[in-house]
C-alpha cells in the first residue's frame, strides 16, 4: 500500500483511480485557463498599481487604484493593461506611479492624452519598476523566513485560530491573548460582505459587522503586533486573512506587502455563497494565487463549505473532486505543494452512526492522495445546536482526528460555537482542549493500521471512486457547466450572471501584464 507520491498509506487506494483522477484534474485546470486566458479584471488591474505603490484614498474616500483603473476604464484604454499607460505615463512625465495616480485623482493628469512613447520603452520601463517593487517585497519576506526560522514553529498541525471584533485595535488584543493561549496563526475575519466590495477600504477601520476590513493599515496594525509579540517570546505567530470576492488579487497584494503568511484563497466560496460571476472569480482567482505563490504565502482553500449546505455524507465526492480541481489550479498559477492547504471538514452530523469512522476515513483519504499540502482541517459547526457541552465532545473527535492523520492546519473549535460568536475565553478552552487531545494521541496515526476490506478502507475508496466519476464528468462538461449544474455545496450559478460581471474586460493584442509576466517566469525558472 502507498499514497500519492510514494508515501505509505493504509486505505490502499487504486493507484490507478488515482491518476485518472488528476489527469481528468489537469484537464478541467486547463480548460479554465484557456477560458479565461484573453480577459481580465479591474481587480487584477488595481492589484498591479499596488503592487507598484500606489495607496491612499482620495476626498470621497475612493481608493487610488479604483480611481487609476476607472479613470482608464472609462477612457477606452483598459484591454491594454493599466501597466501601459503608468508606463507610458512614468516616460512622459518622470513621476512614480503614486505620483501619476494622484495627479489623476486631481484631474490634472488625462493618461489617454499623453503623447506615446515607443511601445518597446513602455513595456521596459513598467516592467523594470515592477521588477524593481517585487524585488522589494521579496527581500521583506527574506526577512520574514528567517524571523520565522530564529524564532520557530510550533510543530504540526498549526493551530489556527479565528477572530476578528470589527475593531482593529481590539483585534490586536484578542490576537495576542490566543497567541498567550497557544494559538499558532491568527485569522482576521472580514467583516460581513465585503467580499461583495469592488473596493478595498482605505485605512484602520474601527466598525467592522461580525469581523474585521480587510485594509492595508489593518493588516500592518496586526503584523506590527504580531511581530512585537512573537519577538518578545520566542515564538513566530502567522497571520491570516481572506483573500476571496471581488478583491481577491488586491488582498493577495496587499497580504504580500504586509507580510501575511496565510490567506483563504479559493474562487469557488465567493461564486456559491455570494454570486459572484464564475468567470469573473476565477480570473481573479489565477492573479490572486500567482501572488501569493510567489511570495511563499500559504494558500487556504474552501471545500469545507460545501459541506455547510450539502450532506456531508452524500457531498463527500465533491469535496475529493474539488481537491483535485483545486490542486490544479494552485499549480497552474506557480504555487507550490507546501503552500497548498486544501480544505476538508469534520461535519457529518453527530448521530450518524460510525460517524467518525467516515470522518477519519474522508480525512485520511484527503492526507494520503496530497500528501506534500498542509492540508486545513475544519471543525463541526454546522450541526453545532447551542449545546456547548455536545459541543465540546464533539471538538475532541475532531482534534483526534487531526493529530491521528496528520493534517497541516487545525481550525479550533470552541465549546460556544452555534450560540454567538465566540469571546476569547471559549477560544483558549477551545486550545486547551486540543493541546490535551494532541499531545494524548501524539503518535496515535503511527500505531494505527486499518482493517483490509473494513468501514474506513471501503468508505475512502467509495468516496474516491465517486470523485473520479465526477472529475471526469466535469473534464468533459467543463467547469463552468458542472458550477451550473450545482455539483458543489448544492449550489447553482450561471457564467453570464453574478456579482461583478461588469468588470470583466476583454484584452487586446497589445495587452501586457509585467507582473504575471515576472511571476510566471519565476515560478518555471
Not at 484631474?107 to 522589494?136: N, P
Not at 466590495?197 to 496586526?222: C, H, K, S, W
Not at 461535519?347 to 450518524?352: A, M, R, S
Not at 470523485?467 to 455539483?487: D, K, N, S
Request: proline share 4%; net charge negative; hydrophobic share 40%.
Amino acid at each position: 500500500m502507498s499514497a500519492a507520491g510514494g508515501h505509505p498509506g493504509k486505505l490502499d487506494l487504486d493507484p490507478g483511480v488515482v491518476a485518472a483522477c488528476r489527469q481528468a484534474a489537469r484537464q478541467i485546470a486547463e480548460q479554465v485557463s484557456e477560458q479565461i486566458a484573453d480577459r481580465t479584471t479591474v481587480s487584477v488591474e488595481r492589484s498591479v498599481t499596488r503592487l507598484l505603490g500606489v495607496d491612499g484614498a482620495d476626498a470621497l474616500e475612493v481608493p487610488l487604484p479604483n480611481v487609476l483603473v476607472d479613470h482608464v476604464l472609462e477612457q477606452g484604454g483598459l484591454a491594454r493593461g493599466i501597466a501601459y499607460w503608468l508606463g507610458n505615463a512614468m516616460l512622459q512625465t518622470g513621476r512614480s506611479p503614486q505620483q501619476i495616480a494622484e495627479a489623476v485623482s486631481a484631474g490634472e493628469l488625462i493618461l489617454s492624452k499623453l503623447d506615446r512613447s515607443d511601445e518597446q520603452a513602455i513595456r521596459e520601463r513598467v516592467r523594470e519598476e515592477c521588477s524593481s517593487r517585487l524585488a522589494e517585497i521579496s527581500r521583506a519576506f527574506d526577512e520574514r523566513r528567517a524571523m520565522r526560522e530564529r524564532l520557530g514553529d510550533n510543530p504540526t498541525p498549526l493551530r489556527y485560530v479565528l477572530t476578528a471584533t470589527g475593531d482593529v485595535y481590539e483585534d490586536v488584543v484578542h490576537a495576542r491573548a490566543v497567541a498567550e493561549a497557544g494559538g499558532d496563526i491568527i485569522a482576521v475575519i472580514r467583516s460581513t460582505a465585503q467580499s461583495l466590495l469592488d473596493y478595498v477600504p482605505y485605512g484602520p477601520t474601527t466598525e467592522g459587522y461580525g469581523g474585521t476590513f480587510a485594509t492595508q493599515a489593518n493588516f500592518r496594525i496586526m503584523r506590527e503586533a504580531m511581530d512585537e509579540w512573537s519577538e518578545q517570546h520566542g515564538r513566530y505567530v502567522r497571520l491570516s486573512s481572506f483573500c476571496s470576492g471581488l478583491c481577491m488579487s488586491e488582498i493577495a497584494a496587499m497580504g504580500a506587502r504586509e507580510g501575511f503568511d496565510n490567506m483563504v484563497n479559493d474562487a469557488l466560496y465567493g461564486i456559491l455563497y455570494r454570486d459572484i460571476n464564475p468567470v469573473r472569480g476565477l480570473i481573479d482567482q489565477r492573479v490572486s494565487r500567482m501572488i501569493n505563490g510567489y511570495f511563499g504565502v500559504v494558500i487556504n482553500t474552501g471545500e469545507d463549505n460545501y459541506l455547510r449546505t450539502a450532506d456531508a455524507l452524500e457531498a463527500a465526492p465533491s469535496v475529493t473532486a474539488s481537491q483535485f480541481i483545486n490542486y490544479q489550479l494552485a499549480r497552474e498559477s506557480g504555487v507550490p505543494d507546501a503552500q497548498i492547504a486544501l480544505g476538508d471538514a469534520f461535519e457529518i452530523d453527530v448521530p450518524v452512526k460510525n460517524g467518525l469512522l467516515y470522518e477519519w476515513a474522508q480525512a485520511q483519504l484527503t492526507r494520503e492522495l496530497f500528501p506534500d499540502c498542509p492540508v486545513k482541517y475544519m471543525p463541526p459547526t454546522r450541526h453545532m445546536d447551542g449545546n456547548l457541552f455536545r459541543t465540546h465532545a464533539s471538538d475532541t473527535l475532531f482534534n483526534l482526528v487531526t493529530i491521528a492523520t496528520g493534517q497541516g492546519l487545525q481550525t479550533i473549535g470552541v465549546p460556544t460555537e452555534g450560540i454567538f460568536t465566540p469571546h476569547i475565553h471559549d477560544r483558549v478552552l477551545g486550545l486547551q482542549n486540543v493541546d490535551y487531545v494532541f499531545n494524548a494521541a501524539s503518535d496515535l496515526g503511527e500505531e494505527i493500521e486499518f482493517k483490509r476490506g473494513g468501514i474506513i478502507q471501503t468508505r475512502a475508496q467509495e468516496v474516491l471512486a465517486g470523485a473520479h466519476e465526477l472529475l471526469e464528468r466535469i473534464a468533459h462538461a467543463g467547469l463552468f457547466a458542472a458550477i451550473e449544474q450545482a455539483t458543489f455545496g448544492d449550489v447553482s450559478r450561471r457564467v453570464d450572471e453574478g456579482r461583478g460581471i461588469d468588470g470583466i474586460v476583454t484584452v487586446d493584442e497589445g495587452y501586457s501584464n509585467p507582473i504575471v509576466e515576472l511571476m510566471r517566469e519565476a515560478s518555471y525558472a
